[in-house]
Structure formats: C-alpha cells, structure tokens
C-alpha cells in the first residue's frame, strides 16, 4: 500500500521561508507524479505545483509561481516544496499527493490517486 508522508509544516513569519518535504513508502516512486495541494478553512483544495516523474518538469499554480520551488529526489523517494516570499494567504494544510495514472502534470485533486495526511503551514506577521 502507497503511503505519503508529509512533514517541516509550522508558523512562519510574513516574507520568510519553508521547506515541506513529502516521503513516499510502498511502491516504486518514480512511476509517480507528485503534486503538492493545500487547502485553507472553508476553502477547497487547490493545485500548489507537481513534477513529472524524471523529474525533467514542474507546473505551478499562478499564486505562488516565482515564490515556491518543487523538487524530487529519486534515490530517497522524497518530494520537496520549497516555499519562499511566504504571504498571509499561503495558510493553509498542505497535502501532497501521487498520481500513478498519468504522465502529464495534472492540477485536478480527484485525479490523485493517494495522499498524505497533510501538514499544516501558518504565515503571520
């Protein structure tokens, strides 16, 4: 069974930085896309950014292109989400997720296949 594993959630300061990292355990990593969603209370989950599985592509939302970095170690079967310029509007749960259906960088929650228990981003002055 496919497990994710997210972790390095907390509070942080408007403008700082953050490094999520997303763990995945019970199957070949690299036959995965990954994706990276959050979801704010009373909000639905969003799209933050996914890459392919080699590693060769990333796609990110517009609210945090330019501010946030994914990345993907193969050899440790981790995901990273390096998130910088952090904004009040950046609270949110972060979820990452793995699609095994599809190569493309899909942005639609329901077409991930199995997800982490999320972890929790808090950005104040």
């Known amino acids: 069974q496919v497990q994710l594993v997210e972790s390095g959630g907390g509070s942080v300061q408007t403008g700082g930085s953050q490094r999520l990292s997303c763990a995945l355990s019970?199957?070949?990593?690299?036959?995965?896309?990954i994706g990276w969603f959050r979801q704010a209370p009373g909000k639905e989950r969003e799209f933050v950014a996914a890459?392919?599985?080699?590693?060769?592509?990333?796609a990110y939302s517009d609210s945090v292109k330019g501010r946030f970095t994914i990345s993907r170690d193969n050899t440790k079967n981790t995901v990273y989400l390096q998130m910088s310029s952090l904004k009040a509007e950046d609270t949110a749960v972060y979820f990452c997720?793995?699609?095994?259906?599809?190569?493309?960088?899909?942005?639609?929650?329901?077409?991930?296949?199995?997800w982490g228990q999320g972890t929790q981003v808090t950005v104040s002055s």
């Open positions: 019970g199957g070949t990593f690299s036959r995965y896309v």
């Open positions: 890459v392919s599985r080699g590693a060769g592509n990333t």
């Open positions: 997720a793995a699609d095994s259906d599809s190569s493309f960088l899909r942005r639609l929650p329901r077409l991930y296949d199995y």
